[in-house]
Antibody, heavy 120, light 113 residues
């Protein structure tokens, strides 16, 4: 069973860039027909899809965040990453990296999540 | 964006009783190419990531107890827990994967009465 693990700073200052990495283990990020996603959840609130990257490197972003988001993949390290620029307190959330099977389309494997707080 | 609306926001059910959660999408999520509804249900317990329960509206994920079932088509869907167990206390989300951006319902909190 594939495992996903988020890593990165837990505290980011306003206006700076949030950077997270997801390490995929027990499976190759470049094999199979998968999308690799980022989803976030503010404390006590619902889930917001940020975007995804395909194994070929093609990306799709949520239009609500598109101007600030970049998702990239490093197949040599079996990792994919999220960068979110110009953060504000509204970006404080638990960030999850998530896999979905392109043929099925839904999110079958989730990381444990990492809390990122935006504060000075 | 497809808006997903769940009802109720919360419900309390006695142990062993049925729990029913509804989910309505702002447009049909029926995928014509395979005649399947692109609708999933997730369970989230405190401090944990969501767990996939149901996909294609009614297909149980491997290992999910058969007391969980999904139904519906088009724009109206239901998650049923046939006999509520203590370990089912959680927040449940529906999610559409018909198109992007992927969107979720606001969640339904299930508690024991």
């Amino acid at each position: 069973q594939v495992q996903l693990q988020e890593s990165g700073p837990g505290l980011v200052k306003p206006s700076q860039t949030l950077s997270l990495t997801c390490t995929v283990s027990d499976g190759s990020i470049s094999s199979g027909n998968y999308y690799w996603n980022w989803i976030r959840q503010p404390a006590g609130k619902g889930l917001e899809w940020i975007g995804r990257i395909y194994t070929t490197g093609i990306t799709t972003y949520n239009p609500s965040l598109k101007s600030r988001v970049t998702i990239s993949v490093d197949t040599s390290k079996n990792q994919f990453s999220l960068k979110l620029t110009s953060v504000t307190a509204a970006d404080t959330a638990v960030y999850y990296c998530v896999r979905d099977i392109a043929a099925a389309g839904t999110f079958d494997s989730w990381g444990q999540g990492t809390l990122v707080t935006v504060s000075s | 964006d497809i808006v997903m609306t769940q009802s109720p926001d919360s419900l309390a059910v006695s142990l062993g009783e049925r729990a029913t959660i509804n989910c309505k999408s702002s447009q049909s999520v029926l995928y014509r190419s395979n005649n399947k509804n692109s609708l999933a249900w997730f369970q989230q317990k405190p401090g944990q990531p969501p767990k996939l329960l149901i996909y294609w509206a009614s297909t149980r994920e491997s290992g999910v107890p058969d007391r969980f079932s999904g139904s519906g088509s088009g724009t109206d869907f239901t998650l049923t827990i046939s006999s509520l167990q203590a370990e089912d206390v959680a927040v449940y989300y529906c999610q559409q994967y018909y198109n992007t951006p992927r969107t979720f319902g606001q969640g339904t909190k299930v508690e024991i009465k």
